[in-house]
């Protein structure tokens, strides 16, 4: 192997660490330091000396404990420089071993993502703090996820974290009775990671995250809704270079025992007669799985679900989704009525919005509005599969 190439996977290599070891090694050293921010500074100084020295010297034999043990060690003369935390932190700090396959990492970071959902930290940055500090999202990215600029998001992040260190927030698991009003955020947190649809690590870590809470409240019927939700999901994965649309997916190649589970999981879920968000997201995830066996789609029923979600709650893509629901049910005309009703101004920039007009709009027989607006829809499309395939769809248009 020439020198070239062995340094060019050794920056892989630092990479694909980072992206799938961060908030299990950011959790450890809080764990420890109460201090977010130092935290996140010490880790990220570690993984910038992995990109530079693991090419030039090698990949150690456990790149997790290598990237642990230098965030430590920084994390450890710079406390003891400005005497931070005090005694006792700095011996726990001191004695904080690297971290082994068998170290209970997990339950760690599961921790600190009820951490951040504590009371004192404002309630609209609960979630985007976990999809950053636990889950590795970069501020921008959070932005758009909730439609907020990301300068004044990663503004907002900053004061959260100054949040946890100024008010002592202990670095412990939520009593019992703590557990439902913090539960909220950390599951649309696990959601929002499994709605990263381009990164499959990141989906990997929700379902995980999703089955430790199940495990944590096996009676919550929320917790029980989002991992019902994720695996009807995953069952229909279609390799992420080919966008295929849900309704032209081949149920032969869905995975029968993940929709079983689920469908076991939604069960259990009803029985506790507490309706609500993940539940019908679940429930419009099953009646699409549900083609497995009839072969069709019950359009009618997803309309309702959606109308149920839009009570419970409201969001622009709920809509949106109903909007195409109803055309698929009553006809285009009627869809295009129901995506009219959305306020036009949240729709602008929305893709979704787009593309579902330009589907209606190509089905009720207008070509020209239908190219116009799959025009827009491509050109709000960040992924490359989704842009190819909408742009076959505008080529049919013009044949």
Known sequence: MSDALAQEQAK????????????????????????????????????????????????????????????????????????????????????????????????RRLRLMFVCAHP?????????????????????TVGRAFLVPPRAMAQRLVRAKRKIKAAGIKMRDPDPEELPARMGAVLEAIYG???????????????????????????????????ARILYAKARVVPAAVFVPLSERDPETWNRDEIAEADALLAKARRARQLGRFQLEAAIESVHCARIHTGVTDWTALVFLYEGLMHLAPTIGAAVARAAAVGEARGAEAGLRALSLIDESALETFQPAWATRAHLLARAGDPVAARAAFARAIELTERESVRAYLSQQRARLDR
Not at 197 to 217: I, P, T
Request: a negative charge; aromatic letters at 6%.
């Open 120 to 140: 004192a930290i404002d309630e609209s940055v609960r979630t985007p703090l976990m999809l950053q500090v636990i889950l590795g999202l970069d501020a921008d």
């Open 12 to 107: 892989a290599r630092a990479v694909d660490v980072a992206r799938n070891a961060y908030g299990r090694l950011l959790a450890l050293l809080v764990s420890r330091t109460r201090d977010v921010a130092a935290a996140e500074d010490a880790l990220s100084e570690a993984l910038t000396r992995a990109l530079t020295t693991w090419p030039t010297q090698g990949v150690p034999n456990n790149p997790e404990a290598w990237i642990f043990t230098v965030a430590k060690n920084r994390l450890f003369d710079d406390a003891r420089r400005a005497k931070r935390w005090g005694a006792s932190p700095l011996t726990e700090l001191e004695e904080m071993t690297a971290p082994t396959p068998e170290t209970n990492v997990p339950d």
């Open 193 to 227: 990671a499994f709605a990263t649809e381009e990164d499959d690590g990141l989906r990997s870590e929700a379902e995980f995250l999703a089955r430790m809470v199940v495990a944590l409240a096996p009676g919550d019927p929320e917790a029980l809704g989002l991992l």
